[in-house]
C-alpha cells in the first residue's frame, strides 16, 4: 500500500541554519504531497502542497519539489528562525489503491531551532 | 482558527465515564475525519464520513463511538476507555474523501487523559 517514510528526528540547528527534512513516498499512480507543521499543544497546519510531478510549493519561506524521479518531496528552508520549531509531517494523498484517497502521513520530524 | 473548531481542548475522565468530543467546521466541506495521536506513534486515521456516511473503520474499539449528524458536525462518543486511549484526538474536514488535490483542515484536537 501507499506509504511515507521521513527522516528521524529530533533535529536541533541554529538560528539563520539551512533546513532540509527528507521525505520519500511509495504509492501507486501519481499522488498529491503535502508537508503538514504541529505547533506545540495545536493540531496540524497545511503549510505548502504540490499535485504533479516538477511542481515546487512553497509557504513562509519553506520549499518543496515533487520528484517523481526519485519519489521525493524533500522540505527545505534557507534560514530558520526559532519560531519555526515544531513536529513536521510529510504526507500523501492518492485517488486509488491502498489509500482509498485518505491522507497518509509520516511519523513526523521534530524540529528545534537555537538562538 | 482554522476553520475547524473542536471542543473541549482538555478532558480529564475517568474509567467508567462517558463524555463525547465535539468537531464542528462550516468550511462547506463534506468529508470528516477523527485522528488520534499519541507520544512517540504516527498519527493513527480512526473513523472518515464522507456526506454523513461512515466509509471508514480501521479497527477502532467499540467503546469508541463516531457520530456525524450533518456534514458540519462530528462527534467521537467515549465510554468505559483505558488509561492507554489517553492521546490527542484531532478532527479534520475536507471537500470530499475522494479528491486527491485538496489537503485536510485540521482543528486544535482534544487532550485526553483517562485516569
Known amino acids: 500500500g501507499d506509504s511515507v517514510t521521513q527522516m528521524e528526528g529530533p533535529v536541533t540547528l541554529s538560528e539563520e541554519a539551512f533546513l532540509t527534512i527528507n521525505c520519500t513516498y511509495t504509492?501507486?499512480?501519481?499522488?498529491?504531497l503535502f508537508w503538514y507543521v504541529q505547533y506545540p499543544g495545536e493540531g496540524l497546519q497545511l503549510l505548502l502542497k504540490?499535485?504533479?510531478?516538477?511542481d515546487k510549493g512553497s509557504n513562509k519561506g519553506f520549499e518543496a519539489t515533487y520528484r517523481k524521479e526519485t519519489t521525493s518531496f524533500h522540505l527545505e528552508k534557507g534560514s530558520v528562525q526559532v519560531s519555526d520549531s515544531a513536529v513536521y509531517f510529510c504526507a500523501l494523498r492518492g485517488n486509488y489503491g491502498g489509500s482509498q484517497g485518505n491522507l497518509i502521513f509520516g511519523k513526523g520530524t521534530k524540529l528545534s531551532v537555537k538562538p | 482558527e482554522t476553520g475547524v473548531t473542536q471542543t473541549p481542548r482538555h478532558l480529564v475522565m475517568g474509567m467508567t465515564n462517558k463524555k463525547s468530543l465535539k468537531c464542528e467546521q462550516h468550511l462547506g466541506h463534506n468529508a470528516m475525519y477523527w485522528y488520534k495521536q499519541s507520544a512517540k506513534k504516527p498519527l493513527e486515521l480512526m473513523f472518515v464520513?464522507?456526506?454523513?456516511?461512515?466509509?471508514e473503520n480501521n479497527s477502532v474499539p467499540s467503546r469508541f463511538s463516531p457520530e456525524c449528524p450533518n456534514s458540519s458536525h462530528l462527534f467521537l462518543h467515549l465510554h468505559t476507555l483505558q488509561p492507554e486511549d489517553s492521546a490527542l484526538y484531532l478532527c479534520?474536514?475536507?471537500?470530499?474523501?475522494?479528491?486527491?488535490?485538496?489537503?485536510?483542515?485540521f482543528g486544535s484536537g482534544t487532550r485526553l487523559t483517562v485516569v
Open positions: 504509492a501507486t499512480g501519481y499522488p498529491s
Open positions: 464520513y464522507n456526506f454523513k456516511e461512515q466509509t
Open positions: 504540490a499535485t504533479k510531478a516538477d
Open positions: 479534520a474536514s475536507s471537500q470530499d474523501s475522494t479528491g486527491q488535490t485538496y489537503g485536510y483542515t
